[in-house]
Nanobody, 127 residues
Framework: QVQLAESGGGLVQAGGSLKLSCVAS???????IGWCRQAPGKEREFVAR????????YYADSVKGRFTIWRDKAKNTVNLHMNSLEPEDTAVYYC?????????????????????WGQGTQVTVSS
């Protein structure tokens, strides 16, 4: 059973930075792991992901060049460093795992295709 626990959310001014972390446990070697977010009144959307074994990094167009995802093998965590934050980035951010490790955007960008979810951490960007 995969378990995920996020940390690192908070309140930041526009233009600022935050780092989110997700501690993962369970058998993950063939899976993909990453981040999705859900803003008030909106559907959950894909943000970034990579293979737990490394590689195949994908980002949503809205965060490319501003967000960086990486895995810390020693700490069994996946991190999301968010730079140049905008008020539109305000959302609950979820760590999630995709058992199928889809490689096509039409598949991995769908929140329904992720099987395991953390509880979420709030990120609020003030203007």
């Amino acid at each position: 059973q995969v378990q995920l626990a996020e940390s690192g959310g908070g309140l930041v001014q526009a233009g600022g930075s935050l780092k989110l972390s997700c501690v993962a446990s369970g058998e993950l070697s063939n899976y993909a792991i990453g981040w999705c977010r859900q803003a008030p009144g909106k559907e959950r959307e894909f943000v970034a992901r990579l293979l737990w074994s490394g590689g195949r990094l994908y980002y949503a167009d809205s965060v490319k060049g501003r967000f960086t995802i990486w895995r810390d093998k020693a700490k069994n965590t996946v991190n999301l460093h968010m730079n140049s934050l905008e008020p539109e980035d305000t959302a609950v951010y979820y760590c999630a795992v995709d058992e199928h490790a889809y490689t096509g955007a039409s598949a991995y960008a769908k929140a329904d295709n992720w099987e395991y979810w953390g509880q979420g951490t709030q990120v609020t960007v003030s203007s």
